[in-house]
Structures are given as C-alpha cells and as structure tokens.
T-cell receptor
Framework: EPEVTQTPSHQVTQMGQEVILRCVPI?????FYWYRQILGQKVEFLVS????????KSEIFDDQFSVERPDGSNFTLKIRSTKLEDSAMYFC?????????????FGSGTRLTVV | QQQVKQSPQSLIVQKGGISIINCAYE??????FPWYQQFPGKGPALLIA?????SEKKEGRFTISFNKSAKQFSLHIMDSQPGDSATYFC???????????FGGGTRVLVKP
C-alpha cells in the first residue's frame, strides 16, 4: 500500500534555529498538507498546497513557517527561528483529490523537540 | 464555526465490550465525517467515514451513527479487542475543501 514518508522521525533543535521537515507524498497525489499535534492534544491543520502554491493556511501558519515542493517528489516544511512552543509532532499528508477522505493519507510524523 | 467536539477524552472497556465515542459539530457545510485511529508514534489512519445523507455505516466491528438534525455522530466499536487500544479522532471536511478539522481525540484502552 502506498505510503507518505517523513524524515527525520525525530529532530532536536536549539531554540532560534531553523529546521526543515521533509516529506515524500504518494506519487500520484496532487494535494499536500502539513498538520501539527502538540503532545496529548488534537491534530491541527497548518497548511494545504496544490499546484505549487498554498491553497489554505491556518492562523498557526505565520511568517515563521514556509512550505516548498523543491522537486517532483519532496514536500518540505521550514520553520525559521524555532520557539519552545513549536515542539510537536508534525504530520505530512497527501491526497489525490480535495474534499474526500479516501486516499487522504498521513505519514508517521516527525517529532520536533525545541530545547 | 469550525469546531468539532469529541467525548469522552478517555475510555476503558473490557475485551468483548462496546466502545462508544461521540462527536458534535457546528458547521453545517461539512460534507464528510471520518474517524481516524492513531497508534503511538504513528500518524492518523482512516478507519471509517460517513456522509450526512446516511444515518449509519458499518464496516466490520466499527459502526458510525449520524444524526444530522442534532449535528452529532458517534463511533461504536463492537466486540472491542486489546488491539483496538489506540487514540480515536473524529473529523470533518468540506467536499470543496482540503482541511480536516479534528476533534480532541479519545484514548481507548481495551483490557484483556
């Protein structure tokens, strides 16, 4: 079964440093997403990306965050100048179409710890 | 409003028992209501989903009941097994949208 692959699985970074979280979506999917889950809390939408541009973003996704699809396979989330409160699990997801849940697939996540 | 409210926060059930998780939503523009299962260290995985024009959907031991007028839906796990121990999230999405709105999650523990 096709998978969304995320690397690294765990990243520890110093406060104020920049981090890049990487994702390889399912190959025929066109829509890409990042979600965040602070420990013990619900999964929160950050951003959706389609046709090489952001289609929707949440209030959480401020100027500190950016996304990019640098090539035909990778989808990245960059966090500039990390803060302690950025510590969370970050999930990448992809879907073939919008508005349907079948095929909307999540990766296993990157645990980001900011110290 | 985009919120989806989920209860209870945690649930302990004996093997063979029924687990029931409830969710309520506010935005009538939502078109699909999925449930996700999440094991520790893993991402959410789609379990079952329903559209609001259907009152019930069953897949194996998992059943969604949907009450459109009350804007509520629930997940029933029949004959609960220790392998069902996980966190369950309800969610909602619009047909023309990309964003899943999640409930707060329910941690289910099935005791052998």
């Amino acid at each position: 079964e096709p998978e969304v692959t995320q690397t690294p699985s765990h990243q520890v970074t110093q406060m104020g440093q920049e981090v890049i979280l990487r994702c390889v979506p399912i190959s025929n999917h066109l829509y890409f997403y990042w979600y965040r889950q602070i420990l013990g809390q619900k999964v929160e939408f950050l951003v959706s990306f389609y046709n090489n541009e952001i289609s929707e973003k949440s209030e959480i996704f401020d100027d500190q965050f950016s996304v990019e699809r640098p090539d035909g396979s990778n989808f990245t989330l960059k966090i500039r100048s990390t803060k302690l409160e950025d510590s969370a699990m970050y999930f990448c997801a992809s879907s073939e179409r919008q508005g349907v849940v079948g095929g909307y697939t999540f990766g296993s996540g990157t645990r980001l710890t900011v110290v | 409003q985009q919120q989806v409210k989920q209860s209870p926060q945690s649930l302990i059930v004996q093997k063979g028992g029924i687990s029931i998780i409830n969710c309520a939503y506010e935005n009538t523009a939502f078109d699909y209501f999925p449930w996700y299962q999440q094991f520790p260290g893993k991402g959410p995985a789609l379990l079952i989903a329903i559209r609001p024009d259907v009152s019930e959907k069953k897949e194996g031991r998992f059943t969604i009941s949907f009450n459109k007028s009350a804007k509520q839906f629930s997940l029933h796990i029949m004959d609960s097994q220790p392998g069902d121990s996980a966190t369950y999230f309800c969610a909602a999405i619009k047909a023309a949208g990309n964003k899943l709105t999640f409930g707060g999650g329910t941690r289910v523990l099935v005791k052998p």
